[in-house]
C-alpha cells in the first residue's frame, strides 16, 4: 500500500525566517500525552509488529496539520511512514526518528495492563511509554509546533524537517529502516537525524546531563559449541559435552575485556566526573578518562562495579541462549550455547574470540562468530545539530551538562551512519536509572512531568538547527 499526500504552502513563498513563536507548552503537553496514550494502546509488540494502525494514525494527524506524508505497506500489517515539513534548501534535511514497534510483554508480571496506557502516582503506564512511542509522540508533536509556530506564521525553515516512523527496529529493522532506504532512501536523505539511544538522567532528584548518542556499541553473535562422547546416560561419561560447555561458559563468565577509551566516552567521562554527585564516581570518571594507565585502572576498578558505565569502556559479552540434549536418558555428543557480544566501535570481533579460546583453553570446545553487526563511524559531537541540542538543554536548565555518548544497544542510527549521515540519539525525558531500567521490563513508565521537558528539548534543537 502507497499513499502520497503533499499540500502547497503559501508560507514557503516567503524568503525572510522569522523567529518561532513560543508554543502554549501547556497545551503540547496535553497533546504530547493524547498521542502517546494513542500509540500505546495499539499493540504493537514484535513479533509479530503489525505496526500499520500507528502509522496511519500518524498519517491522520499529520495530514490534519497539512503537513506532506508518504505512507508504506511493505508487507502485510507492516509499515514505513515519512513526513515533511518542506523548507528553504538552504541547508540540506534533518531527520526526526522514532520506531513504532514494541517488545513484548509478560502480563502477568505488570501490575497495570500494558496496554491500556493508564495514568497512576504521576506516571503513564504502557508498553513502549519509554522504548520508543514516547519519542514518536514528541517528535510528532514537535512537528506540529514547527508547523502552526513557524511556517502559518509565515516564516520558512532552512531545511526540511523529516519526520520518519519505522517498523521492526526491535528485530533487526529489515522491515523498517532496512526497507526504506532499499526502497525509497530519496524521501530520507539529510545530513542529520535525531533519534532514540541517548539519555536525560536525574540523579538524586536533581537534573543532572543529558547524554547524547552519537556512536554505539556493534553487535555480534557468537556461538560456543563443546564436543563430547555420546551414550546412554545411565553410564556418566568424563568428556559429557554439557559439562564442558558449562566449564566454558564458566571461564568466559569470569573473563573480563580490556577497558579502551574511544573520543566519545573521554569526553563523557571528563565533563560527567565535573559534575557527578558522588565524589568517589566523579574520580573515577575523571581518571578513566586521563590517558595515564595507573589513573585509567584505578578509575576502571571503580566504574566496573557500576554495569552501566562498565559496558562502555570494555567490550561485553554475555550468554543468552543454551542449548543441548535430545532425551533425558541420552548423552549428547554436542552442546551449544549463544553470546551476545557488543564491541566498542573499531574492535575486532575476531581479536575477541581469539581471546575467549584463550580463556577456555580447550580444543574441543569451538568458539565462531555466527551474526555480525554493522561497525560505523562515530557522528561529531562539535557539529551544528550536537550543539543546537547542547543549546535547547542549556535554555531548559543551565545547570544540565551535555555529553556525546556511546550507547550499549544497537538503534536505527547505525544505517544511517553508514550511509554517511550525522546521526544522533536521545531519550529526551528526564528520568531516574530505576525508571530507565524498566525499558524492556516490567512496568514500563514515564513520568508525566518529562513530557513536556522532552518536548520542549526535542522541538528547541529543531528550531536552531533550521535556522
Not at 68 to 78: A, D, K, Q, S, V
Not at 93 to 110: F, N, Q, S, T
Not at 418 to 428: C, E, N
Amino acid at each position: 500500500m502507497r499513499r502520497h499526500r503533499a499540500l502547497p504552502f503559501l508560507a514557503l513563498l516567503f524568503t525572510t525566517t522569522v523567529t518561532a513563536q513560543t508554543p502554549d507548552w501547556n497545551a503540547a503537553r496535553d497533546e504530547t500525552l493524547q498521542h502517546l496514550q494513542r500509540m500505546i494502546r495499539i499493540n504493537t509488540s514484535n513479533p509479530p509488529g503489525n505496526e500499520l494502525p500507528v502509522a496511519k494514525y500518524l498519517d491522520s494527524v499529520l495530514t490534519a496539520a497539512g503537513i506532506e506524508t508518504h505512507l508504506f505497506e511493505p508487507t502485510p500489517g507492516r509499515a514505513a511512514f515519512v513526513a515533511r515539513l518542506k523548507g528553504t534548501g538552504a541547508k540540506r534535511p534533518v531527520i526526526l526518528m522514532g520506531h513504532m514497534d514494541v517488545v513484548g510483554v509478560e502480563k502477568a508480571h505488570w501490575s497495570v495492563d500494558p496496554f491500556a496506557a493508564e495514568i497512576k502516582d504521576g506516571y503513564l503506564y504502557g508498553r513502549g511509554s519509554i522504548d520508543d512511542k514516547g519519542m514518536l509522540a514528541a517528535n510528532l508533536e514537535t512537528m506540529l509546533l514547527l508547523k502552526r509556530n513557524i511556517i502559518d506564521k509565515g516564516g520558512t525553515l532552512s531545511r526540511d524537517v523529516i519526520f520518519v516512523a519505522n517498523s521492526d527496529e526491535e528485530a533487526g529493522g529489515e522491515w523498517g529502516m532496512g526497507w526504506l532506504i532499499a526502497h525509497h532512501h530519496e524521501l530520507i536523505d539529510a545530513e542529520f537525524a535525531l533519534n532514540e539511544g541517548g539519555r536525560t538522567r536525574i540523579i538524586e532528584g536533581k537534573l543532572t546531563y543529558v547524554a547524547v548518542q552519537n556512536t554505539e556499541k556493534v553487535p555480534y553473535g557468537v556461538t560456543v559449541t563443546a564436543h563430547g562422547p555420546g551414550g546412554h546416560a545411565a553410564v556418566p561419561l568424563p568428556g559429557n559435552a554439557i559439562y564442558r560447555l558449562g566449564r566454558a561458559l564458566a571461564a568466559i563468565g569470569a573473563h573480563e575485556e580490556p577497558v579502551v577509551m574511544k573520543p566519545t566516552t573521554k569526553v563523557f567521562f571528563t565533563d560527567l566526573g565535573a559534575v557527578w554527585p558522588n565524589k568517589t564516581v566523579g574520580k573515577a570518571m575523571v581518571d578513566v578518562a586521563s590517558g595515564d594507565a595507573k589513573r585509567v585502572a584505578a578509575g576502571a576498578k571503580v566504574l566496573a562495579d557500576i554495569p552501566v558505565f562498565n559496558a562502555v569502556i570494555r567490550n561485553g559479552i554475555s550468554a543468552t541462549l543454551v542449548n543441548g540434549g535430545i532425551r533425558s536418558n541420552v548423552i549428547p555428543t554436542e552442546a551449544t550455547a549463544t553470546l551476545n557480544v557488543r564491541n566498542l566501535p573499531g574492535e575486532s570481533i575476531h581479536d575477541v574470540v581469539a581471546r575467549l579460546k584463550k580463556a577456555v583453553n580447550d580444543s574441543l570446545v569451538d568458539i565462531a562468530v555466527t551474526d555480525s553487526g554493522v561497525d560505523t563511524p562515530a557522528s561529531s559531537f562539535e557539529s551544528p545539530m550536537f550543539t543546537a541540542i547542547a543549546d535547547a538543554v542549556k535554555e531548559l536548565d543551565p545547570n544540565m551538562v551535555t555529553v556525546p555518548y556511546l550507547s550499549t544497544g544497537a538503534t536505527d542510527s547505525a544505517r544511517l551512519r553508514a550511509l554517511g549521515m550525522q546521526a544522533y540519539g536521545i531519550l529526551p525525558f528526564p528520568m531516574e536509572q530505576g525508571d530507565e531500567d524498566r525499558m524492556h521490563g516490567n512496568d514500563e513508565r514515564i513520568p508525566l512531568a518529562s513530557l513536556a521537558f522532552g518536548t520542549k528539548l526535542i522541538y528547541g534543537a529543531m528550531v536552531r538547527v533550521t535556522r
